[in-house]
C-alpha cells in the first residue's frame, strides 16, 4: 500500500493554524511571523513535506517540463542530443520526460499523447522513420502546445526546427572520396520521404555533378542501418568489383559495410575508400578509422531547447518560426586514401 502524502492541510489541522497560513509560512510571506515561519518550515521538514507538482501545475497552467521523442536513445547522436537538451533545460528550471519511438510510428502516437497527458508544455520531436501521418502532432498544436522539431522534422507542420545542412555535409563527404581518387561511389542511403535521406541523396549527386560523374542510380541503394548492410551483403559484395567509394548515410552503416568487405579480401582504403555520417566515438575506434561527417548532437539539443523555452517563456509574442541550420565539419581518417 502506497503510503499517503502530507499535505499542507494535514500541517495546519496537527499545528492548529489556518491552511493558508501554512502556505504562506513556507513562502516566506512577510504577514506571517518569523516565529510561525520557522515552526512550519521545522514540521514540514520532519515530515518530508513535499509539494503537490500536480496541483501546481494546473494552478501555474504550467509545469516547467518539457517532452522529448527521439527515434532510439542508444544512438550517439541522439544521445548527444539529449546531453545538450538536457544541460539547457535544467540550467533554465525546466524538467524533461524521454520518450522513445524505436522508429515505430505507432509508438510515436502514443508517447505523443502520453506526454500531451503529463501536461508536458511542449514538445522535442524528431519523427521516425515510419512516420507518415502528423495527425498526432497537428493534435498537440491545435491544443496549444508548441513544437520544435530537430534533425527529422516534419514539412506539413509550421514550427521551430534544427537540422544539420545535410546536403552540405554529404557534398562535402562525397567530395572527400573524389578528390581521394574515387569515381564509382556507392551511397548507402536513408528512405527519400525523411529529409536527411533526400537532401544527403541530393548533396551526393551534387559533387558528383561538380566533377562531371554520371549519377548511376544503380549505386544509390535504400540501406541505412548495420542489419540491411547484413541483409544486403551479397548484393554489395556484386558491387565491390565495381566501385572504389562509398557513401554511407550514418556510421554504423559505414563501419558494417567496412567489415563486410573486409571480410571477403577488400582492403579499406586500398580498393575502397569509405565515409559516414555521425562521427560516434565507434568511427575513431574501428579499423581503420573511420571518416566522417561530425554532426554536432550537442549544439543541436541545446539550440533546439533554446527555441522552445523562447517560446514558451512569451506567448504573448508573435514570434515567427525559426530553422537554426547547423553546419557539418569533415573529419579525415585512415577509411580514406
Given at each position: 500500500?502506497?503510503?499517503a502524502?502530507?499535505?499542507?492541510?494535514?500541517?495546519?489541522?496537527?499545528?492548529?493554524?489556518?491552511?493558508?497560513?501554512?502556505?504562506?509560512?513556507?513562502?516566506?510571506?512577510?504577514?506571517?511571523s518569523?516565529?510561525?515561519?520557522?515552526?512550519?518550515?521545522s514540521?514540514?521538514?520532519?515530515v518530508?513535506?513535499?509539494p503537490?507538482?500536480?496541483?501546481?501545475?494546473?494552478?501555474?497552467?504550467?509545469?516547467?517540463?518539457?517532452?522529448?521523442i527521439?527515434?532510439?536513445?542508444?544512438?550517439?547522436f541522439?544521445?548527444?542530443v539529449?546531453s545538450?537538451m538536457?544541460?539547457?533545460?535544467?540550467?533554465?528550471?525546466?524538467?524533461?520526460?524521454?520518450?522513445?519511438?524505436?522508429?515505430?510510428?505507432?509508438?510515436?502516437?502514443?508517447?505523443?499523447?502520453?506526454l500531451?497527458?503529463h501536461?508536458?508544455?511542449?514538445?522535442?520531436?524528431?519523427?521516425?522513420?515510419?512516420?507518415?501521418?502528423?495527425?498526432?502532432?497537428?493534435?498537440?498544436?491545435?491544443?496549444?502546445?508548441p513544437?520544435?522539431?530537430?534533425?527529422?522534422?516534419?514539412?506539413?507542420?509550421?514550427s521551430?526546427?534544427?537540422?544539420?545542412?545535410?546536403?552540405?555535409?554529404?557534398?562535402?563527404?562525397?567530395?572527400?572520396?573524389?578528390?581521394?581518387?574515387?569515381?564509382?561511389?556507392?551511397?548507402?542511403?536513408?528512405?527519400?520521404?525523411l529529409?536527411?535521406?533526400?537532401?544527403?541523396?541530393?548533396?551526393?549527386?551534387?559533387?558528383?555533378?561538380?566533377?562531371n560523374?554520371?549519377?548511376?542510380?544503380?549505386?544509390?541503394?535504400?540501406?541505412?542501418?548495420?542489419e540491411?548492410v547484413?541483409?544486403?551483403?551479397?548484393?554489395?559484395?556484386?558491387l565491390?568489383?565495381?566501385?572504389?567509394?562509398?557513401?554511407?548515410?550514418?556510421?554504423?552503416?559505414?563501419?558494417?559495410?567496412?567489415?563486410?568487405l573486409?571480410?571477403?579480401?577488400?582492403?579499406?582504403?586500398?580498393?575502397?575508400?569509405v565515409?559516414?555520417?555521425?562521427?560516434?566515438?565507434?568511427?575513431?575506434?574501428?579499423?581503420?578509422p573511420?571518416?566522417?561527417?561530425?554532426?554536432?548532437?550537442?549544439?543541436?539539443?541545446r539550440?533546439?531547447?533554446r527555441?522552445?523555452?523562447?517560446?514558451?517563456?512569451?506567448?504573448?509574442?508573435?514570434?515567427?518560426?525559426?530553422?537554426?541550420?547547423?553546419?557539418?565539419?569533415?573529419?579525415?581518417r585512415?577509411?580514406?586514401?
Open positions: 500500500m502506497k503510503p502524502h502530507i499535505t499542507i492541510k494535514d500541517i495546519a489541522r496537527i499545528l492548529g493554524v489556518s491552511p493558508s497560513t501554512v502556505s504562506r509560512a513556507l513562502k516566506d510571506h512577510p504577514d506571517i518569523e516565529e510561525t515561519r520557522n515552526l512550519v518550515k514540521f514540514a521538514e520532519k518530508k513535506y513535499r503537490n507538482a500536480l496541483a501546481l501545475s494546473l494552478r501555474k497552467q504550467k509545469t516547467n517540463t518539457l517532452g522529448l527521439i527515434p532510439e536513445i542508444v544512438h550517439h541522439f544521445s548527444s539529449i545538450g538536457e544541460d539547457l533545460a535544467y540550467g533554465e528550471g525546466y524538467h524533461m520526460m524521454i520518450c522513445q519511438s524505436n522508429e515505430n510510428y505507432y509508438r510515436e502516437v502514443i508517447n505523443t499523447q502520453a500531451l497527458d501536461r508536458v508544455d511542449g514538445l522535442l520531436v524528431s519523427v521516425s522513420k515510419t512516420t507518415r501521418d502528423y495527425k498526432h502532432l497537428h493534435n498537440a498544436i491545435e491544443n496549444g502546445i513544437i520544435v522539431f530537430f534533425d527529422r522534422i516534419c514539412n506539413e507542420i509550421d521551430d526546427r534544427v537540422i544539420t545542412d545535410d546536403f552540405e555535409g554529404a557534398r562535402i563527404a562525397t567530395t572527400h572520396l573524389i578528390e581521394c581518387g574515387a569515381r564509382k561511389i556507392l551511397h548507402l542511403s536513408a528512405p527519400r520521404h529529409l536527411i535521406g533526400l537532401r544527403r541523396y541530393e548533396g551526393y549527386c551534387q559533387a558528383l555533378k561538380n566533377h560523374i554520371d549519377i548511376d542510380e544503380k549505386l544509390v541503394l535504400k540501406c541505412d542501418t548495420r540491411e547484413m541483409t544486403m551483403r551479397q548484393h554489395l559484395l556484386s565491390a568489383p565495381e566501385i572504389d567509394g562509398i557513401f554511407a548515410v550514418n556510421d554504423s552503416t559505414a563501419i558494417a559495410a567496412m567489415q563486410v573486409q571480410e571477403n579480401g577488400y582492403k579499406i582504403p586500398d580498393d575502397i575508400s565515409v559516414g555520417f555521425g562521427d560516434g566515438p565507434i568511427a575513431t575506434i574501428t579499423s581503420p573511420l571518416s566522417t561527417v561530425e554532426q554536432k548532437g550537442y549544439e543541436i539539443g539550440e533546439a531547447v527555441l522552445l523555452i523562447q517560446r514558451l517563456e512569451n506567448p504573448t509574442v508573435q514570434l515567427g518560426f525559426q530553422t537554426k541550420i547547423v553546419t557539418p565539419t569533415l573529419k579525415k585512415q577509411s580514406t586514401r
